[in-house]
Nanobody, 123 residues
Framework: VQLQASGGGMVQAGDSLRLSCVTS????????MGWFRQAPGKEREFVAA????????YYADSVQGRFTISRDDAENTVYLQMNKLKPEDTAVYYC?????????????????WGQGTLVTVSS
């Protein structure tokens, strides 16, 4: 299973970006998906997650109301729409496949990870 994340870049505070993560193989539609991020010198942290059916979506408090996670099973792709970006959103963003149909905020719940895409937000 391979995950290819893209869409990162360098933007200014208040701008928007949309991250995409394409997953190879046939597993995508059977599992929940998550986005995590890791800033320099910090632990990897949960950003957002979506369960298999897309009925349940979860967000970190720090991004609630600004970020939106969605999925397109026909395209094997999960998205992260990021609006009103802040300098503290600067990090490498990783997509991940959950070990089941549900999702949690724990990185240990995810079994496959993408390579990450860098988001840099300047003030």
């Amino acid at each position: 299973v391979q995950l290819q994340a893209s869409g990162g870049g360098m933007v200014q505070a208040g701008d928007s970006l949309r991250l995409s993560c394409v997953t190879s193989g046939r597993i995508f539609s059977s599992f929940g998906m998550g986005w995590f991020r890791q800033a320099p010198g910090k632990e990897r942290e949960f950003v957002a997650a979506i369960n298999r059916s897309a009925v349940r979506k979860y967000y970190a408090d720090s991004v609630q109301g600004r970020f939106t996670i969605s999925r397109d099973d026909a395209e094997n792709t999960v998205y992260l729409q990021m609006n009103k970006l802040k300098p503290e959103d600067t990090a490498v963003y990783y997509c991940a496949v959950s070990r089941g149909t549900g999702v949690t905020m724990s990185p240990g719940h995810y079994i496959y990870w993408g390579q990450g895409t860098l988001v840099t937000v300047s003030s």
